[in-house]
């Protein structure tokens, strides 16, 4: 059997869901570091990280929320209003600018389970990154897809959704979150 079919089978087999972890992980404040080699290692943890997103429905996952240290985040943009899966995968990217601001509606993430709030984000942002391949690419979006980006960046730099909320309502899902841990 050549070897690269082998690889193939190989990764097939060993695809797997990974835990998502939620607040309040301490994993999940660490700055992300930058991947220097897009290596077979590199891309069977997206595959994982696809495959992870896809099962529990989020529209974007970033490799922190999985409990790897790596600045890589997915997203299928697609999905919200299509049945065809579109998976992007950006390597290091980086906002290299915003505009505006916006408030991003009932805004949600798999690592805070049972909760959404509106959140204040820029209204548009310019990315670069890295695809799959090693190349370059930018991006500017804006509405859903800036959001997704800001979202799944933050999570990169160790920031989750609620710090952006004010803190009172921060508070009251903290409590809530609290509570519900007793309950189980
Ligand atoms: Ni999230």
Known sequence: ?????????????????????????????????????IDENMLSI?????????KFEGVGLAATQVGINKR?????YAQTNSEKKELITLINPEIISTEGSFTSKNEGCLSVPDYRSDVKRAASVKVTATDKNGDKINIEAQDLLSVILQHEIDHL???LFI???SPLKRQIYIKKQKKNKKNQ
């Not at 997206?46 to 896809?54: K, L, P, R």
């Open 46 to 54: 997206i595959d994982n990280m696809a495959e992870t997103m896809y």
């Open 72 to 76: 890589i985040i997915i997203y299928d």
């Open 163 to 165: 710090k952006r909320i």
């Open 1 to 37: 059997m050549p070897s690269c079919l082998f690889q193939i089978i190989f990764y097939f087999y060993i695809m797997t869901i990974l835990k998502v972890l939620t607040y309040p992980d301490v994993f999940l404040e660490r700055i992300a570091e930058p991947v220097k080699n």
């Open 157 to 159: 730099n160790g920031i």
